[in-house]
């Protein structure tokens, strides 16, 4: 069965580290996204890719960063990590269609930055 | 600018008392209006898609409707397995293929 999968579920960083969190699919997706998700702010978008080589900023892209390689992955990076960084992050898939596009998610990875 | 606002942010039922969670929105030209449903350290996970005013879907105890404002989730007879939360979410036409969520209403069934 097709599925999309987040490494790691759970991590622990400190101020000022470089953090990735990994997303695959097995979709053959197009489309993926990245959300983090804070109580009283639903699912914020942070960065989006459309292809291979695309990636595009979302609302509250600052002090993250994507690259888009190949259609299965889109790993996210937190430069810098700071403490407003601590969230849920979830990653998303969908297929181009035209007439609304169901995004299918991963489990999430819960970030604590100390 | 697209937005979506759901209400209330908490619901609480007994088992089998009926109600409904409300999602308005305003956007730019809708694609489509969806819903999920969230359980707690997991992902959303895709329950309806509407995409225009007078539409109406269902799946078991839940019927998604939709208005050129608004759409409703009518939960029939609930049980405590329905407890999650219920997060409504937009595309709109010119917004390539972003979804802009609401907070959610967190769901709680009694037995």
């Known amino acids: 069965d097709a599925e999309i999968t987040q490494s790691p579920r759970h991590k622990i960083t400190e101020t000022g580290r470089q953090v990735t969190l990994a997303c695959h699919q097995t979709?053959?997706?197009?489309?993926m996204f990245w959300y983090r998700q804070d109580l009283g702010h639903g699912l914020r978008l942070i960065h989006y890719?459309?292809?291979?080589?695309?990636?595009n900023k979302g609302e509250v892209s600052d002090g993250y960063s994507v690259s888009r390689s190949n259609t299965e992955d889109l790993p996210l990076t937190l430069e810098s990590a700071a403490s407003s960084q601590t969230s849920v992050y979830f990653c998303?898939?969908?297929?181009?269609?035209?007439?609304?596009?169901?995004?299918?998610f991963g489990p999430g990875t819960r970030l604590t930055v100390l | 600018e697209d937005q979506v606002t759901q209400s209330p942010e908490a619901l609480r039922l007994q088992e089998g008392e009926s109600s409904s969670l409300n999602c308005s929105y305003t956007?730019?030209?809708?694609?489509?209006l969806f819903w999920y449903r969230q359980d707690p350290g997991k992902g959303p996970e895709f329950l309806f898609t509407l995409y225009s005013a007078g539409e109406e879907k269902e799946k078991e105890r839940l019927k998604a409707t939709l208005t050129k404002k608004e759409s409703f989730l009518h939960i029939t007879a609930p049980k405590p397995e329905d407890s999650a939360t219920y997060l409504c979410a937009v595309q709109a036409i010119t917004g390539g293929f972003k979804t802009i969520f609401g907070a959610g209403t967190r769901l709680f069934v009694k037995a």
């Open positions: 890719s459309y292809g291979v080589q695309d990636t």
């Open positions: 998303a898939s969908s297929e181009s269609r035209v007439t609304g596009d169901t995004q299918y």
């Open positions: 956007v730019s030209g809708l694609r489509g």
């Open positions: 979709w053959n997706h197009n489309n």
